[in-house]
């Protein structure tokens, strides 16, 4: 079965600044997807950004990037110059090829001070 | 646009009642997944929907039904309402496609509290 770590239920950053989101994955599927979505206060899902197993080059998407280190079953995203607007929960999820579903991590809380 | 909506948004109902949650996407999507969120335990799998007539439990689908007629609509029935199914319900859909990216887009929630 899959499973997804998110290990900081909680973080703070300071506008301007990069926060890194730690994500952990198992997995015995060698084809598989990653996703992170953000949740902000107003309760909807919005899908950030995507990275393939077998993608070479670390995704980015805006202000958005994920560190995919394959060999250590991780795909970190990283927000650059956080905005008071990015405060919200974030979830780590993740699909077999051989399937449709996603497994869903905790999610991390993150907020963003002035 | 292509949209997924769910009503009600908002539910209060009693221990033992059943309960009907309205899911509808207009992506003409295949695939269908119902998620229950709770605070510690990110979103969790209730049930899916690859097709018309095809349907799968999730992790979590003890309590839970569903059924899918057509294309657009997945309806969640709670069969007799516990508290320990107030909680946010989630559906999404996605495409049915072969390759690892397939994003799911998630209707707005429901809020559900069984008293």
């Known amino acids: 079965a899959q499973k997804i770590t998110q290990t900081q239920p909680g973080m703070f950053v300071q506008e301007k600044e990069a926060v890194t989101l730690d994500c952990t994955y198992d997995t015995s599927d060698p084809s598989y997807g990653l996703f992170w979505y953000k949740q902000p206060s107003s309760g909807e899902m919005i899908f950030l950004i995507y990275q393939g197993s077998y993608d070479q080059q670390n995704a980015t998407e805006g202000r958005y990037s994920l560190n995919f280190q394959k060999a250590r079953k991780s795909a970190n995203l990283v927000i650059s110059a956080s905005q008071l607007g990015d405060s919200a929960m974030y979830f780590c999820?993740?699909?077999?090829?051989?399937?449709?579903?996603?497994?869903f991590g905790a999610g991390t809380t993150v907020t963003v001070r002035a | 646009d292509a949209e997924i909506t769910q009503s009600p948004r908002h539910k209060i109902t009693e221990t033992g009642r059943q309960v009907t949650l309205a899911c509808h996407q207009t992506?003409?999507?295949?695939?269908m997944f119902w998620y229950r969120q709770d605070l510690g335990h990110g979103l969790r799998l209730i049930h899916y929907?690859?097709?018309?007539?095809?349907?799968n439990k999730g992790e979590v689908s003890d309590g839970y039904s569903v059924s899918r007629s057509n294309t657009e609509d997945l309806p969640l029935t709670l069969e007799s309402a516990a508290s320990s199914q107030t909680s946010v319900y989630f559906c999404?859909?996605?495409?049915?496609?072969?390759?690892?990216?397939?994003?799911?887009?998630f209707g707005p929630g429901t809020r559900l509290t069984v008293l």
């Open positions: 999404a859909s996605s495409e049915a496609r072969g390759s690892s990216y397939n994003e799911q887009f």
């Open positions: 999820a993740m699909r077999d090829v051989s399937d449709y579903k996603l497994s």
């Open positions: 992506w003409n999507h295949n695939n």
């Open positions: 929907s690859y097709g018309v007539h095809d349907t």
